[in-house]
């Protein structure tokens, strides 16, 4: 949990991967994991009418953590994610600075396996390097 002189970034989802996890090294050789997971709500609008809309979280994993969701997961899994949201810069190929805010993962837990398996990530935060890294593609999502 970040926590710091009197602030909190917490982010508690559940909901479903949109597509397989994207697995990759950093250039510390710590390994990565993305994944956009869809969170849905459902409500009546004024005619009573039910509404739904999909919303996508891109969310990042290191280290074991990271290894662990790349096993596990995969397009269609339901999945219980904790973490902190973070808002980084990053310079696309066309030379263009772009944002990207995701939720980093701190604790995943499985849904559709027998026994809901979690894996916590330790608390340390990955180091600036890390962070400064350019997505593989312009979209971040």
Request: no cysteine; glycine share 8%; aromatic share 8%.
């Amino acid at each position: 949990m970040a926590v710091g002189r009197g602030t909190l970034n917490k982010v508690l989802l559940i909901g479903r991967l949109g597509a397989d996890p994207e697995y990759r090294v950093a250039p510390n050789g710590a390994p990565v994991v993305n994944f956009n997971l869809a969170t849905n709500i459902v409500w009546r609008d004024q005619e009573g009418n039910q509404q739904e809309r999909t919303d996508w979280h891109r969310v990042v994993a290191w280290r074991q953590l990271a290894e662990t969701a790349n096993q596990f997961l995969k397009k269609g899994s339901r999945v219980y994610v904790e973490g902190r949201l973070q808002t980084r810069t990053y310079e696309d190929r066309n030379g263009v600075r772009r944002w990207v805010t995701e939720v980093v993962a701190e604790k995943i837990q499985f849904l559709d396996t027998k026994g809901e398996v979690t894996v916590e990530e330790e608390p340390a935060p990955p180091p600036p390097e890390m962070l400064e890294e350019s997505p593989e593609e312009d979209i971040p999502f």
